[in-house]
């Protein structure tokens, strides 16, 4: 499937109206209610709703919450990163997905470092409910997966008040900036691997078809 290409002036436009009126919605911080609003307008002006809806289904599939991240920009960008890659290739998207702040901190992978006891949350996950699906690994291929992601971090959070969250960033290793998976062939090897797994076209043709209608339906758009 190929969608047209985002309206870089559409999407501005429909911005500038959100932020003249509502600019609180443009630093949602760890309250959830803004962002809320933010994101539902923009699928209720989005001139790519499949596009749209195929984010929704990927935050469905790799759920993340502000109940856990209080941070709902990094939710929100998820989503769109969901957008972005999500009608694409399903290995750059588990890349992505990969050295994501918000999925790195849902899944503690944050708390793993060279030296500390290896948080398998990651690792398990990945094998389990995102790629290889289950009985088609090891509990050696759980520790080899958590153990080849180990610092891919995100920094500690600054106290929400009184400003809000500010936008995580990845780290790697080594520190400084350098290509996703310099020196880390464990992680890509992991994410090459071919599994079994059951989220297959067939799942997001159901999201597509057999869910209720769109926002802009329900609006009267």
Known sequence: M???PEDPAGKASVEALLYRYHPGTF????VPTMGQARYTYSLRNSRTPLVDKMGLFWHQVF???NAK?????LVLDQIDMFRKYGMGNYRELLVQLAKNPAMIFWLDNNEKSPGRRVNENWGRELLELFSMGVNNYTETDVREASRAFTGWTVPPKMPRLPYGRFPLG??????GPRRHGENLPGAYRQLQRRGHHRHSGQAAGDFQVHLPPPVQLLCGG
């Open 2 to 4: 190929n969608p047209p």
């Open 69 to 73: 991240v209080d941070n709902c920009n």
């Open 170 to 175: 990845l780290r790697l290793p080594g520190g």
């Open 63 to 65: 759920a993340t919450g």
């Open 27 to 30: 630093l949602p911080g760890g």
